[in-house]
């Protein structure tokens, strides 16, 4: 069963930066779909950023410009590289992957369980 585990959330600055990695327990090439998600203090879940397996990339428009999310295939490991972090970026970052299982487009998903983002001003 693949798991998603995320590391390099912490405490910092506004204006800081952070790089936070989800390594998987297996193939990365396993998910059609790599995501982050946040969950900031009362508020929703909310998709920060996006990847397809052919390296297409999608971003929340409050965070566009300022992170970035790639993936590294060699390593099965997936980043967020955060720049300019502003307190409202405060939050919980899940890894999450999806796979499409039939042609009727439902997926399998895998979530990890979190890392925590604290921005301060």
């Known amino acids: 069963q693949v798991q998603l585990v995320e590391s390099g959330g912490g405490l910092v600055q506004a204006g800081g930066s952070l790089r936070l990695s989800c390594a998987t327990s297996?193939?990365?090439?396993?998910?059609?779909?790599m995501a982050w998600h946040r969950q900031a203090p009362g508020k929703q879940r909310e998709l920060v950023a996006g990847i397809t397996s052919g390296g297409s990339t999608n971003y929340a428009e409050s965070v566009k410009g300022r992170f970035t999310i790639s993936r590294d295939n060699a390593k099965n490991t997936l980043y967020l590289q955060m720049t300019s972090l502003r307190p409202e970026d405060t939050g919980v970052y899940y890894c999450n992957g999806d796979k499409v299982v039939n042609v009727e487009g439902a997926r399998a998903s895998s979530w990890g369980q979190g890392t925590q983002v604290t921005v301060s001003s």
């Open positions: 297996g193939n990365i090439f396993r998910f059609d779909y």
